[in-house]
């Protein structure tokens, strides 16, 4: 079956970086699109950034356009996402998302769950 594992998140201070990576399973992960998603405490989850299957082309939202940085190593099954000058409102859950097809437009149909990313100094 599908799965899903993110690993990466921590505590760091404002300014700093880290990298999530999402770890895919139980299908042809270069056929598909994937995303990022985020959930802050009291807040909707909300998209963060997308790559699709073909040409990995991106999608990011605009508080973190400049900043971050989505990827996918198609041979490792993994993707990435390199998030640099955090800020303390970057703070939330990130989820890894598989999309239904290899394009971004397509519907999430499945999560991970879930790496607590966590900006305070």
């Known amino acids: 079956q599908v799965q899903l594992v993110e690993s990466g998140g921590a505590l760091v201070q404002p300014g700093g970086s880290l990298r999530l990576s999402c770890a895919a399973s139980?299908?042809?992960?270069?056929?598909?699109?994937m995303t990022w998603y985020r959930q802050a405490p009291g807040k909707e989850r909300e998209l963060v950034a997308g790559i699709s299957s073909i040409t990995s082309s991106s999608n990011y939202a605009d508080s973190v356009k400049g900043r971050f940085t989505i990827s996918r190593d198609n041979a490792k099954n993994t993707v990435y996402l390199q998030m640099n000058s955090l800020k303390p409102e970057d703070t939330a859950v990130y989820y890894c998302?598989?999309?239904?097809?290899?394009?971004?437009?397509?519907?999430?149909?499945?999560w991970g769950q879930g790496t607590q990313v966590t900006v305070s100094s």
């Open positions: 998302g598989r999309h239904s097809s290899s394009i971004l437009s397509s519907v999430v149909t499945h």
């Open positions: 139980g299908f042809t992960f270069r056929l598909y699109a």
